[in-house]
């Protein structure tokens, strides 16, 4: 893609196939002033915009590959203070700089999104040139309405690249920043609010609260647990040996019999 919008333009195609078309002589300037024009604006802005990207990414990405390279060779021959190391370690050094220099001029002028945002602009002002031309896909018209000439359309075709041009310097100007400062805005407050929840839980906090808090819940548990029982339910203690049952009460029945309380 960048090296279509490196190449340069020409406009010859597109001015032969509009004098063969049938527009007054006013809608004839309006188009060679004012879309050729954006046309070429485009394809300038495109243009400049991929040698940046293009260098900037070349030069982050081959000096991240050549750097440890060179950091495994430094020391190759034994001695730490030869004229080799030295060339070798300054190299590195050099290097280095240039890939935080080149990869922070690209994260700071955001070349990356300008660049796929300029050449989809570009892509787009060229499209509609030839289907106005052709009479094709938006500009196509109704035969019955008589809208399927070039003068019919030919409002329509100014109105869609105006749009298309002002898009592209919202996208450019105001939507880029506008990103930015709602990110910056979300990390603000997400800051606030994790610096804000251990204040809200830290608070008047004491040890004797926490000793209260500890038997409240044991008290809570243990009457949660007795309110699970039904009022009237039988419990049944287990069983006593007939000895047992002779010495406590008197009684001389050998059996085994089971005691019951019933809760009231």
């Not at 935080?100 to 002028?109: M, W």
């Not at 994790?194 to 500890?214: A, C, F, H, W």
Request: with cysteine; aromatic share 10%.
């Amino acid at each position: 893609m960048g090296l279509l919008c490196m190449r340069d333009i020409s406009t010859d195609p597109f001015k032969q196939s509009l004098a063969s078309i049938t527009l007054t002589a006013e809608q004839r300037i309006l188009i060679e002033e004012r879309y050729i024009r954006l046309l070429l604006e485009s394809h300038r802005k495109c243009r400049t915009i991929s040698h940046l990207y293009h260098t900037t990414r070349c030069i982050t990405t081959i000096g991240s590959i050549i750097v440890p390279a060179l950091l495994s060779i430094q020391y190759t021959n034994g001695a730490p203070f030869s004229a080799f190391t030295q060339y070798v370690y300054w190299t590195t050094w050099f290097i280095s700089l240039l890939v935080t220099v080149s990869n922070g001029i690209l994260t700071l002028f955001k070349f990356d999104k300008k660049y796929y945002m300029m050449f989809v602009s570009y892509e787009q002002l060229k499209t509609e040139g030839w289907q106005f031309l052709a009479l094709t896909g938006r500009y196509t018209g109704s035969e019955k309405d008589k809208t399927n000439t070039h003068d019919a359309q030919f409002r329509f075709f100014c109105k869609t690249i105006e749009k298309l041009w002002m898009r592209l310097m919202e996208e450019e100007y105001v939507k880029i920043q506008d990103v930015d400062k709602s990110t910056a805005l979300q990390n603000q407050c997400q800051g606030q609010i994790q610096g804000y929840i251990p204040s809200l839980v830290d608070i008047n906090r004491t040890p004797e609260k926490d000793d209260t808090m500890t038997k409240l819940a044991a008290l809570l548990t243990s009457g949660s647990a007795r309110r699970q029982q039904k009022p009237g339910a039988e419990i049944e203690e287990p069983l006593i040996s007939s000895d047992d049952a002779c010495n406590e009460k008197g009684a001389n029945n050998t059996k085994n019999t089971p005691t019951t309380i019933t809760i009231e």
